[in-house]
Structure formats: structure tokens, C-alpha cells
């Protein structure tokens, strides 16, 4: 079993950084591939990001490429995920999520699930 907890979200204006954390519980979590996902308001929960359980690999949706940074540190049991240029349509509560064995950009395949943090873009 895998607890998850998320951090870092906030209100940033467009331009600015954030850096969300998900902190997990567990002697296994170098064996979890990671994933971070989004919900707006009235919308789908939609994929961001995933790393492979190494953090040798990792995946991005296209409107966030080239912006967002997903990290892992084993040895922390943590997740990262580093958001520049953000943007109004970036806002959202973001979730970590946990997956084996293999990262997938499906929220359908992860296990566990942490609560949620919010991000507000303002304009």
C-alpha cells in the first residue's frame, strides 16, 4: 500500500513557477512508476506527467512539454513536479498517483491516489 500527499500548490500569475511535491509512505515506492495528473473545474481529470520507477524515463502531455519538469528522489520518497511559464489554463487541482509497473498517461491504470493540491493561474 501506497499513501500519497501532495504540496506546493498555490497562486502564481501567468509567467511564474511553482513547484508541487508528492510525498509517499511505503518501503516500495522505487518500485512504483509515478504520475501527475489534473482536473479544472467542470473538465476531465487529464494527464501531465509520469517517470518510470528509476526516473530514467519520462512522459509529458503536449500542452505542457517544454514547461513542466516531473523528478523523482528514491532515497525521499518524493515526486516532483516543476511547472514554469505557467499559464491561466494550467489551473487546476493537480494529483500524484502511483502505477505498476510500467508509467502510463491512462489514470485508469494507477492504484493510489494522493488528495489534491490546487493551482491558480491568474492572468
Known amino acids: 500500500q501506497v499513501q500519497l500527499v501532495e504540496s506546493g500548490g498555490g497562486l502564481v500569475q501567468a509567467g511564474g513557477s511553482l513547484r508541487l511535491s508528492c510525498a509517499a509512505s511505503?518501503?516500495?515506492?522505487?518500485?512504483?512508476?509515478m504520475g501527475w495528473f489534473r482536473q479544472a473545474p467542470g473538465k476531465e481529470r487529464e494527464f501531465v506527467a509520469a517517470i518510470s520507477w528509476s526516473g530514467g524515463s519520462t512522459y509529458y502531455a503536449d500542452s505542457v512539454k517544454g514547461r513542466f519538469t516531473i523528478s523523482r528522489d528514491n532515497a525521499k520518497n518524493t515526486v516532483y513536479l516543476q511547472m514554469n511559464s505557467l499559464k491561466p489554463e494550467d489551473t487546476a487541482v493537480y494529483y500524484c498517483?502511483?502505477?505498476?509497473?510500467?508509467?502510463?498517461?491512462?489514470?485508469?491504470?494507477?492504484?493510489?491516489w494522493g488528495q489534491g493540491t490546487q493551482v491558480t493561474v491568474s492572468s
Open positions: 511505503g518501503r516500495t515506492f522505487s518500485s512504483y512508476a
Open positions: 498517483a502511483a502505477d505498476q509497473p510500467l508509467p502510463s498517461s491512462s489514470w485508469l491504470e494507477y492504484d493510489y
